[in-house]
């Protein structure tokens, strides 16, 4: 199956059951991203695994974001409102072209980004970044709306 990336909106209250360890079905998530994540966070940061806000929040692996010691899944992170706010500011400016500006197929093969090999078709994998992108926009804009924290979970 492979490691994917889930997001949820919560309130304060919600997060604060999450934290006490209160665990969340697959269904529960508001937007899930598949195994797109590392890609994207690449592309937004041009780093594997930080990467300055506000795009090191979209995928929540800048070094200021709040990780769970004990995660119920391989890796689970909450963003504040605020960070929610500055990721939603930040994606919202990315356009299609822009974000075409930013693909390098060959570099993320060679930074071995998970899960690409070199024999990926890469019009393909633009349109399947690309798309999960789009949600991530929507996403990200309907939380910055609500006010809501997110919480982040690679499974």
């Given at each position: 199956?492979?490691?994917?990336?889930?997001?949820?909106?919560?309130?304060?209250e919600?997060?604060?059951?999450y934290r006490?360890?209160?665990?969340?079905?697959?269904?529960?998530?508001?937007?899930?991203?598949?195994?797109?994540?590392?890609?994207i966070?690449?592309?937004?940061?041009?780093?594997?695994?930080?990467?300055?806000?506000?795009?090191?929040?979209?995928i929540?692996l800048?070094?200021?974001v709040?990780?769970l010691?004990?995660?119920?899944?391989?890796?689970?992170?909450?963003?504040t409102?605020e960070?929610?706010?500055?990721?939603?500011?930040?994606?919202?400016?990315?356009?299609?072209?822009?974000?075409a500006e930013?693909?390098?197929?060959?570099?993320?093969?060679?930074?071995?980004?998970y899960?690409?090999?070199?024999?990926?078709d890469?019009?393909?994998?633009?349109?399947?970044?690309?798309?999960h992108?789009?949600?991530?926009?929507?996403?990200y804009?309907?939380?910055?709306?609500?006010?809501?924290y997110v919480?982040?979970?690679?499974?």
């Amino acid at each position: 199956m492979g490691m994917f990336a889930v997001f949820k909106k919560m309130t304060e209250e919600e997060v604060e059951r999450y934290r006490q360890g209160e665990e969340l079905s697959y269904d529960q998530f508001d937007c899930d991203i598949d195994k797109s994540w590392q890609e994207i966070h690449y592309l937004l940061t041009g780093d594997i695994a930080d990467g300055e806000p506000p795009l090191g929040y979209v995928i929540p692996l800048a070094e200021d974001v709040e990780t769970l010691a004990e995660p119920r899944a391989m890796m689970a992170a909450i963003l504040t409102p605020e960070q929610v706010r500055a990721a939603a500011q930040g994606i919202a400016q990315i356009d299609e072209p822009a974000f075409a500006e930013r693909f390098d197929f060959e570099a993320m093969v060679e930074d071995e980004l998970y899960p690409l090999s070199s024999d990926e078709d890469e019009k393909e994998l633009y349109d399947y970044i690309w798309a999960h992108f789009n949600a991530l926009q929507t996403f990200y804009q309907e939380a910055e709306k609500a006010g809501s924290y997110v919480v982040f979970e690679i499974c």
